[in-house]
């Protein structure tokens, strides 16, 4: 048999050595980055599952509210906010008391300044005006008071959801607050 030189071991030794230089850092550095994604998808997940399960959610039967101010200065009671279209389409329906004074919400089809927003309560979520698909005003002229009207916004990614509450807020700063989404 014939010896393996002294000088084959030593360098194999090294050579070993050096790997093991370089796998370490390499193999700690990997372990980081999946440690990372993986906090970065368990609080993504966690989030998203806090949000869905506790958000306000109104009771089954939640009356609706109403504002005598809102009444008295706007002419309108609102009637419902309710879910369309797969929860695509939030339908905001009101009645009007006083066709005078609701005129405002009618009196410039073209103007986006007069209409509601709706804020979802216990977020920071909320569906503008410019969000809006039609408002249905038919036969307005004609004198509409008792009649009930619509007016219809996308419902882009979800904002507002089914018994969700909401706060709807008129331009000139009056609420109505904690009405329940039905759909």
């Known amino acids: 048999m014939s010896a393996i030189p002294e000088s084959t071991f030593h360098n194999s030794r090294v050579t070993r050595g050096r790997l093991r230089r370089l796998l370490v850092p390499l193999a700690v550095l990997a372990a980081a980055l999946v440690l990372a994604f993986g906090l970065r998808v368990g609080v993504s997940q966690g989030q998203t599952w806090w949000s869905a399960n506790h958000r306000p959610i109104a009771p089954k039967a939640a009356p609706m509210p109403a504002s005598p101010r809102i009444e008295q200065d706007w002419g309108i009671r609102f009637t419902v906010v309710q879910l369309l279209a797969d929860n695509g389409l939030v339908e905001l329906r009101y009645q009007v008391l006083d066709n005078t004074k609701a005129n405002r919400l009618h009196a410039d089809s073209t103007s986006l300044d007069n209409l509601p927003t709706i804020y979802v309560e216990g977020t920071d979520k909320v569906v503008k005006s410019k969000s809006l698909l039609f408002h249905i005003h038919h036969e307005w002229e004609q004198g ?40």
């Open 144 to 183: 509409s008071d008792g009649r009930s009207y619509s007016i219809v916004y996308g419902n882009a990614g979800g904002v507002i959801y089914p018994r969700a509450l909401v706060t709807i807020s008129l331009p000139d700063g009056l609420k109505l607050q904690h009405v329940p989404v039905s759909g």
